[in-house]
């Protein structure tokens, strides 16, 4: 079974729109703190503004009674922190230094490049030749704006420095994939920053000193960059990223440029010279280039997973899920158990089913099913990863269910659902569900049985 259809995540969109809109101020804003008579350094800077976050988290977490990661979680936590936060903002920050907000804008913008670049390499996506070529324009542009800001034919190493930020912010889009699937956005946005400040603890004795000498102004400046560009706009983007592809939400970056250089003009009245121009000319029309032609169409497949690997792939979406149900419900811990202890007899064999949902060959979305009662086939954990919603995946399970049921002489599919989940009433009702008395007690509050008659 096979399908391509796409629809637009409106929500996600809008948060990342929100989220370049509020970061575009925080390029001028670090140069003018940083720049002559701003008072601090750039590490100072980065600690300060991270402590600021980490407070404005903090106290967020304390009205929403914020739950703690999971132990075996910490270690990918903290290296999304180290990445997205650590590295990218002292690189930044210290960058700055040398290299104007515009010009820093047009290198950050390259991080779709990047992103591109490590889901061919660890997540088995693929380039055409657009790709390689958008690939190769970008990192051209790239190279001009640091000789652009070295003046004349003069390279500015500090531009590396902001390369390798965007590089950094690259591999916290990847890595923090997995962990949005389990933890909301404002729980995943308040890890790395609690945990990305540590490292910038090393500037503390700097800040002690700078802070009572610095400007009133630059130290306003550094609380606005530490709630909105920092811990606000972190929120907006994990958001965003919880709901499109890491590619797709990294694409929005090309219009950052525009932004932090009507903020440069408005604030400092900064515009870049002609070479670092030309350069983010071509560094963004790469990044367009490889965002819109860079790639193969998307196939999307659902399959009865039968192969080892396909099933490995299936209980890892179902575990997923069913840490997503354990943290919204409150569920015991060893609520699954039995469901995981017999995940191969209950949806293997002659009378159960595990079936897969793929994109472009990646696990996508997963449901399975299995005997229940007279003649009736429970369909469970159908779920589909935050990154690859609004495609169709959960319609094209559910209809793969019943097809499958049907072919196995089941007289009729059975489910619980809530109305707690978002759209799961409709899309089953859409699709011939309709309400039966419930067959079992449910772990959801508000808990719907329904089923279909083959």
Not at 48 to 61: D, K, N
Not at 65 to 72: A, D, G, I, Q
Not at 114 to 128: D, H, I, K, M
């Amino acid at each position: 079974m096979a399908s391509s259809h796409h629809r637009t995540d409106t929500k996600g969109i809008v948060a990342a729109i929100a989220t370049l809109l509020v970061w575009s101020t925080a390029f001028s804003g670090i140069s003018v703190v940083v720049g002559p008579g701003g008072g601090y350094g750039a590490g100072e800077t980065a600690l300060l503004r991270f402590l600021v976050a980490s407070a404005t988290m903090g106290i967020i977490a304390v009205f929403t009674r914020m739950r703690l990661p999971k132990r075996e979680d910490v270690p990918r936590i903290a290296l999304a922190a180290l990445f997205g936060i650590t590295l990218y903002h002292l690189g930044f920050t210290f960058g700055e230094t040398k290299v104007s907000a515009g010009a820093a804008g047009l290198i950050i913008a390259t991080g779709p490049i990047w992103t591109a670049l490590l889901a061919v390499t660890f997540l088995s996506e693929r380039f055409n030749k657009w790709g390689w070529t958008g690939v190769a324009l970008a990192f051209s542009g790239a190279a001009a704006i640091a000789f652009g800001e070295g003046g004349g034919v003069s390279f500015e190493p500090m531009a590396l420095l902001i390369m390798m930020a965007s590089l950094a912010t690259a591999i916290y889009f990847v890595i923090g994939k997995k962990p949005l699937r389990t933890y909301t956005p404002l729980e995943f946005t308040s890890y790395v920053i609690w945990i990305g400040v540590l490292p910038m603890l090393v500037f503390l004795p700097g800040l002690v000193q700078q802070l009572p000498a610095a400007p009133t102004s630059s130290t306003l400046i550094i609380l606005f960059l530490g709630v909105f560009p920092g811990a606000l706009a972190y929120f907006m983007w994990s958001y965003a990223l919880s709901r499109m592809p890491a590619s797709t939400t990294a694409s929005f970056l090309y219009a950052q440029p525009v932004l932090v250089m009507s903020v440069a003009w408005v604030w400092q009245g900064t515009i870049p010279g002609t070479v670092t121009l030309v350069g983010g000319v071509l560094a963004l029309a790469g990044v367009i280039l490889v965002q819109t032609k860079g790639r193969p169409k998307g196939e999307i497949t659902v399959a009865i997973a039968t192969e080892p690997k396909e099933r490995a792939a299936v209980r890892e979406l179902a575990l997923e899920t069913m840490s997503n149900m354990s943290a919204h419900l409150d569920l015991p811990a060893d609520y699954f158990d039995e469901e995981l202890a017999s995940f191969d007899e209950w949806y293997g064999g002659h009378k159960g089913r595990a079936l897969l949902a793929s994109v472009d060959g990646s696990p996508a979305a997963g449901a399975v099913f299995r005997s229940w009662g007279d003649g009736d086939a429970e369909m469970r954990r159908l779920y589909v990863r935050p990154a690859f919603r609004r495609r169709g995946l959960a319609r094209a399970l559910v209809r793969a269910v019943v097809e499958e049921a049907a072919g196995l002489g089941y007289r009729r599919v059975v489910l619980i659902t809530s109305d707690e989940f978002e759209g799961a009433t409709a899309l089953y009702e859409s699709e011939g569900f309709r309400a039966i008395e419930p067959y079992r007690p449910a772990a959801a509050r508000a808990a719907i049985a329904l089923g279909r008659e083959l």
